[in-house]
């Protein structure tokens, strides 16, 4: 394998985990402010620590993940996102996982898993995250 193809990044510490993660939490805040869905990410460049992008929740189709996938992919090279992590509040759906792949952002953590969601979202929970549709 051509290891040159993937730059080496330096691996996340709990303490910058739980920096990043205290930020994606704080622009999650302000969408839920906002009416938006409680769904935010941050990306981190190489260093683990600088913030270069937020985004939150902005619909059922843009979610926050694949936006800030764009949205890196548009200002930064691809060389250069490899060595980047995303950083989600929430465990990213299949589209937002495969974009991340194809934008090039070499690192993901999220906060909580769709497991975790489905809890909160499931059948008989009255306070829903997302709309019901009902025939």
Known sequence: ????????????????????????LAVQRRAVTFGKGPFAAVLLGPDNETVL????????VNHVETSLARL???HFPKEFL?????VSTWEPCA??????YWAHIGG????????????????????????ELEL
């Not at 394998?1 to 994606?24: D, G």
């Not at 992008?53 to 059922?60: A, K, P, R, W």
């Not at 490899?82 to 995303?86: A, G, K, N, R, S």
């Not at 898993?113 to 995250?129: A, D, Q, V, W």
């Open 82 to 86: 490899w060595t980047c992590t995303l």
């Open 1 to 24: 394998m051509a290891t040159n193809l993937f730059p080496q990044r330096k691996p996340l510490t709990p303490s910058q985990i739980s920096s990043a993660m205290e930020a994606a």
């Open 53 to 60: 992008l937020t985004h939150q929740s902005v619909d059922q």
């Open 108 to 131: 993901l953590v999220y906060g909580a898993s769709n497991e975790e969601l489905y809890k909160l979202t499931s059948e008989g929970n009255r306070e829903k995250l997302y709309y």
């Open 72 to 74: 890196a992919y548009a």
């Open 95 to 100: 589209m937002c996982t495969s974009t991340l």
